[in-house]
């Protein structure tokens, strides 16, 4: 089905994102992002045909650098100057996105990012300001075509959206096309994507015929109402992280002082805010000649080692003969004191 095509899909209606008020951020990525050639891409007719989408995948292979295959009874060829020209795209520029200038990936760092701190050019894109995390889907579902998660951004996809965002010239047609191919090669484990433009590729040719058309869903199409349903969303997430990380942080602080407080009673000291999970098990040193009394604690029977436990009850023996009645209390507390 054609569901399974358009499941990670995005279409432009730039007509309508073109006119969005009170986001002059989100507005000026979209114009460059037509400006980079992609607007007869991402903005073509959204109509799908189920049956002929799926007879192309089912014979469509590379031959000689074009893509063939049959459609409705129908043969057809697709070269990528044909692919260029129906979705108008440039044909001249980068192609191998690593030579973006460093000064501009450097630049991008800071203009992509939410606190105007450099932000990496791979990992999570919640650091990123809201239209570059949107460019970013758009660049993964409708370009490159990606499956998954899209939770972070990668170093091909930030070099492309520096590339947009500095009005690098960008050979389109040649990646776009060399996208298609991999979907059709069966030896690749390619996802499918490029729904609605496959479709206004074949309906681009006038000896196939076609069946009932199926609107693409509109919630797919990126307009003014689902940016700012996106902008929400992405504020809403931000706002409950940021209310449950400084909870969690508080929480520890907390339990670590507790315990810190509890450790100190004996020595009159204020509490000492420990910034470690390492809690030492040894005592406190005591402050001062006031005297010791130990705590009861809960002991844990456990099976000593024969030899161990015999050495230490001759040791004891022959230390309880060898003093005098008078300090045999010492000895004991001091005993006791210790294995506490």
């Known amino acids: 089905m054609a569901s399974s095509f358009i499941a990670n899909a995005h279409q432009v209606n730039f007509e309508s994102i073109l006119a969005i008020p009170d986001n002059e951020g989100m507005l000026n990525m979209f114009k460059a992002l037509e400006a980079s050639g992609l607007r007869g891409f991402l903005g073509c007719q959204s109509v799908l045909y189920e049956k002929e989408l799926e007879q ?8 000689d650098g074009d893509i063939t295959g049959a459609v409705s009874g129908k043969f057809f060829s697709i070269s990528q100057s044909r692919f260029a020209e129906v979705f108008d795209l440039p044909m001249e520029g980068l192609v191998d996105f690593s030579e973006v200038p460093k000064n501009l990936v450097y630049d991008a760092r800071s203009m992509f990012s939410k606190s105007g701190v450099p932000v990496s050019t791979y990992g999570k894109k919640r650091f990123m300001k809201y239209e570059y995390r949107l460019l970013n889907d758009i660049l993964a579902k409708a370009i490159t ?8 951004v990668t170093n091909e996809r930030f070099l492309m959206m520096t590339a947009i965002q500095f009005g690098l010239k960008v ?20 996802a499918n994507g490029y729904a609605v433009q496959i479709c206004a590729l074949l309906k681009s040719n006038p000896v196939i015929t076609f069946g009932e058309a199926v609107p693409f869903p509109t919630s797919k199409v990126l307009s003014i109402k689902t940016i700012h349903t996106y902008i929400v969303m992405n504020e809403t997430i931000d706002s409950r992280r940021k209310s449950e990380e400084p909870g969690m942080a508080k929480a520890a602080i907390v339990k670590m002082k507790s315990k810190s407080k509890k450790e100190s009673e004996s020595t009159g000291e204020e509490p000492v805010e420990v910034v470690t999970e390492v809690v030492s098990k040894k005592r406190p040193t005591v402050a001062g000649d006031e005297p010791v009394v130990p705590k009861k604690r809960r002991t844990v029977k456990s099976k000593a080692s024969p030899s161990k436990a015999s050495l230490d009850m001759v040791n004891v023996a022959q230390g309880l003969r060898q003093v005098k009645a008078d300090s045999f209390y010492a000895i004991l507390k001091h005993i006791l004191f210790f294995s506490a």
Not at 56 to 63: G, H, I, K, M, R
């Open 56 to 63: 192309f995948f089912d014979t469509a292979l590379v031959q």
């Open 145 to 152: 075509v990606k499956a998954g998660s899209f939770d972070a």
């Open 171 to 190: 050979n389109w047609s040649k990646i776009i096309f060399g996208v298609l191919k991999e979907m059709v090669d069966k030896t690749q484990k390619k």
